[in-house]
């Protein structure tokens, strides 16, 4: 997950993780790569459009 500089740090994000993944700590977000599904709840919650996928590879 990429996280763009004008990002609030709101914590939207993170209360829509169905898999609680997401923390919001003071000016970042920490996610948990491992087990995210890429199912991108946040990535449409967020309401600045601060976050977006990483390139697949």
């Given at each position: 997950?990429?996280?763009?500089?004008?990002?609030?740090?709101?914590?939207?994000?993170?209360?829509?993780?169905?898999?609680?993944?997401?923390?919001?700590?003071?000016?970042?977000?920490?996610?948990?790569?491992?087990?995210?599904?890429?199912?991108?709840?946040?990535?449409?919650?967020?309401?600045?459009g601060?976050?977006?996928?990483?390139?697949?590879?």
């Open positions: 997950m990429l996280v763009k500089e004008f990002c609030m740090y709101c914590g939207e994000c993170a209360g829509v993780c169905p898999r609680n993944l997401i923390e919001i700590g003071e000016n970042r977000l920490k996610f948990n790569k491992k087990d995210c599904k890429k199912c991108k709840i946040c990535i449409n919650a967020c309401p600045v601060a976050l977006e996928n990483e390139a697949e590879t």
